[in-house]
């Protein structure tokens, strides 16, 4: 199935709509339809997708900053600053990539064979390892960002939930890149391939502005350094087992992914 449709036939109309489909599908914004738009219910075209995922990724992040700048601003002190930065990312994403964290984490270690780690993934239901994993995921991210609000301030953490926002995302779909699907008839393997030149221009994009942001935000150079490579480096050991334990990608692989890039980015920033 393919998901492109008619619509705007100019870049720049092009570009908006496709802005517009990204946050509607990753994000719980109230986002509202345009007359230009073909189809606005659609899913995003992920052959082109990369091209706008930096700023969507850096869009969605917009609450979250608003929320910890609001905190700062009353005198929060920094875990629970970081708490409600957290639960305004997981309520602005409606838990979708973290959903897809605790699915991997169940069916890559609870399933002995490709096929069964692959029914567990699909079981609507949550066991320990998905548990285990949300807490320690969500454990991460708070205590990460608490610390870099404490050594570094409001305006550091702004920056890295801005970053890691698109970061994060762009590391997503990487799995969608360089793996095949692991179900033929799955919801990734329907949504179309991204190309691997529109994704090195994301990567790219990512990586310069994202240090320019991190250094006007404050951050330290081998902070900038570490956290925009090593949240890219950490997709291939994701991808490494996404292979091994089931043979491919599916969009929990890229839900997980995603989770694991933007802890790494923090972590990486945190201890700069």
């Keep these: 199935m393919s998901t492109s449709s008619s619509g705007p036939n100019n870049l720049p109309a092009k570009l908006l709509n496709e802005v517009l489909s990204a946050l509607r599908f990753y994000s719980r914004f109230p986002v509202p339809s345009f007359a230009f738009e073909g189809d606005p219910h659609r899913a995003p075209d992920f052959t082109s997708l990369p091209r706008i995922l930096p700023l969507a990724g850096a869009l969605m992040a917009v609450p979250s900053i608003l929320v910890g700048g609001l905190a700062a601003f009353v005198g929060v002190s920094p875990l629970p600053l970081a ?4 639960a305004t990312i997981v309520i602005v994403t409606g838990a979708m990539a973290e959903d897809g964290f605790a699915d991997v984490a169940d069916g890559f270690f609870g399933g002995h064979t490709p096929e069964r780690r692959l029914e567990i993934m699909a079981d609507s239901r949550v066991g320990a390892f998905g548990v285990a994993a949300l807490i320690l995921a969500l454990g991460l ?6 610390a870099l ?21 762009v590391a997503g779909i990487l799995p969608l890149v360089f793996l095949p699907p692991a179900r033929l008839g799955g919801k990734s393997a329907s949504v179309g391939r991204p190309g691997v030149v529109v ?17 006007f935000g404050d951050i330290p150079p081998r902070g900038i350094s570490a956290g925009l490579l090593l949240g890219f480096a950490s997709t291939f050991p994701m991808m490494v087992l996404a292979q091994v334990k089931i043979g ?5 692989v890229a839900g997980a992914t995603q989770q694991v890039a933007e802890i790494v980015f923090f972590l990486a920033l945190s201890v700069a």
Excluded: M, N, P
């Design 199 to 215: 994704t090195t221009i994301a990567v790219v994009t990512v990586l310069s502005l994202g240090a320019l942001i991190l250094f």
């Design 83 to 86: 708490l409600l930065v957290v």
């Design 141 to 146: 991210k708070a205590t990460t960002l608490a």
């Design 248 to 252: 491919g990608q599916t969009g929990d």
């Design 149 to 169: 609000y404490e050594h570094h301030g409001v305006t550091a953490l702004s920056a890295a939930l801005l970053v890691g926002g698109a970061l994060s995302r």
